[in-house]
């Protein structure tokens, strides 16, 4: 990717106060692939989880590998009412990065990978599927159990392919 | 529409070097994203390391690896003195030409949080010695981060070594 010219950022949330999820809505449909970048602390542990265009049907599924400086081990839910993302320790700071590619499109299921950094508990990576046609025009980000802390950050990019 | 992915500063080695470090790193980005591409002139080994520090520190880190080499998977604790050490290719005896595949993202480099970074490095050679791994890294510090310090603790990186940080900024 050349430097400066495909990378853009549509919109950033710095939690003022302590929230359960983050909304990006009216997304428009000029990009390619859309980034999330969160750095973030919770209140008590758990999995982002992460549903589009607020569907809490059980059209999700996602496949982990992940390792806890001891083991290695993978998982994966299916018919899921959400992608289940990284997971997060209570008061540790961590960073996830979400992917989701051709989100956009109408033809296709949505796919997404990422990437999430809990020093205290897993490092790894999940793949993700939402089984709609329908292009996205809004992600939630939820926290399993608790709150993401103030000061948390959620920044949404868009990629362009030209 | 702004352009939010910017070129900070490009390192191509004309010499073998043991040390690359990133200074004066503007604090007007959001995060910063470094790409690597390293080999190493360690002899007898087929790999050596690519130490990751920030701010020329060498405490407060800690990290977990996860890891797969193609026949078997492994999660390991990391070192408490340094961000990541993540894996290259060494002339002692990996394949002529083959570099690592690096990249290392930090978020809010330069907030007053403490720093999390994620790191994926590859090592592929097209031989028995092969290695994916993901990096989970934390500095628990509240400083903001103006240094990035690279280094092969077992050789040199070797001529041809490139390595590219970039700024994000949000907005």
């Given at each position: 990717m050349a430097a400066g010219m495909t990378y853009f950022p549509i919109a950033t949330n710095t939690l003022g106060s302590a929230a359960p999820s983050v909304t990006f809505s009216?997304?428009?449909?000029?990009?390619?692939d859309l980034i999330i970048v969160q750095s973030s602390q919770t209140s008590a542990g758990g999995y982002t989880r992460i549903t589009f265009n607020s569907d809490t049907g059980s059209n999700y599924s996602n496949t982990q590998i992940y390792g806890s400086g001891t083991t290695a081990g993978t998982s994966r839910t299916t018919s899921s009412s959400y992608i289940q993302s990284g997971y997060s320790t209570a008061s540790v700071q961590v960073s996830l990065i979400h992917q989701i590619m051709n989100y956009s499109n109408s033809a296709t299921y949505k796919t997404t990978i990422m990437r999430w950094n809990d020093t205290s508990d897993t490092v790894g990576a999940s793949v993700g599927l939402w089984r709609s046609t329908s292009a996205i025009t809004s992600i939630t980000l939820t926290q399993g159990s608790g709150n993401y802390n103030t000061g948390s950050t959620f920044t949404l990019y868009g990629i362009s392919a030209a | 529409m702004a352009y939010s992915f910017e070129l900070i500063e490009a390192k191509t080695l004309g010499s073998n070097t043991a040390n690359v470090n990133f200074t004066s790193i503007p604090q007007t980005y959001t995060d910063l994203y470094l790409l690597i591409s390293a080999r190493s002139?360690?002899?007898?080994?087929?790999d050596s390391s690519c130490y990751v520090k920030v701010n020329s520190s060498s405490t407060s880190y800690t990290s977990k690896l996860f890891e797969g080499s193609g026949s078997a998977v492994g999660s390991f604790n990391g070192n408490t003195t340094r961000l990541h050490d993540c894996i290259i290719p060494a002339d002692?005896?990996?394949?002529?030409n083959t570099f690592s595949n690096i990249r290392v993202y930090l978020p809010n480099y330069a907030g007053s949080n403490y720093k999390s970074s994620t790191a994926d490095s590859i090592m592929e050679t097209n031989a028995a010695t092969a290695y994916a791994q993901l990096w989970a890294g934390l500095w628990s510090n509240t400083a903001a981060i103006t240094e990035i310090n690279l280094s092969d603790p077992l050789g040199n990186f070797k001529t041809g070594s490139t390595f590219y940080l970039y700024g994000i900024k949000n907005s």
């Open positions: 009216s997304i428009s449909g000029s990009y390619t | 002139t360690r002899g007898t080994y087929s002692g005896a990996a394949t002529a």
